[in-house]
Nanobody, 124 residues
Framework: QVQLVESGGGLVQAGGSLRLSCAASGRTFNNYAMGWFRQAPGKEREFVAA????????YYADSVKGRLTISRENGKNTVYLQRNSLKPEDTAVYYC?????????????????WGQGTQVTVSS
């Protein structure tokens, strides 16, 4: 069982930056691929970024590529999402997810554990 807790969301002006964190419980964090998803009101949950267990392989959604960086510190059981050049359309609840596999995936149903989400609101 893995428990995930996100933090770092908040209100930011367009063009600003935020760093989201996701702390995981458990001793085998490096065995899990980690992903970030977001869900805006009235929309489906959308893939944002993912990383393999070691962090050596990374994958970004085309819609946000170039404006964010995913990273992980396995010694701290934490994965990060650095968001830059934020736009109002980036407003959403951001979720981190863990996949009980080494390689990442881009579909929500490929992930086994989810955090409670952290709200990111970008004002224009």
């Amino acid at each position: 069982q893995v428990q995930l807790v996100e933090s770092g969301g908040g209100l930011v002006q367009a063009g600003g930056s935020l760093r989201l964190s996701c702390a995981a419980s458990g001793r085998t964090f490096n065995n899990y691929a980690m992903g970030w998803f977001r869900q805006a009101p009235g929309k489906e949950r959308e893939f944002v970024a993912a990383t393999s267990g070691s962090g050596g392989s990374i994958y970004y959604a085309d819609s946000v590529k170039g404006r964010l960086t995913i990273s992980r510190e396995n010694g701290k059981n934490t994965v990060y999402l650095q968001r830059n050049s934020l736009k109002p359309e980036d407003t959403a609840v951001y979720y981190c997810a863990a996949r009980d596999a080494y390689y990442y995936a881009a579909r929500p149903w490929n992930y086994d554990y989810w955090g409670q989400g952290t709200q990111v609101t970008v004002s224009s």
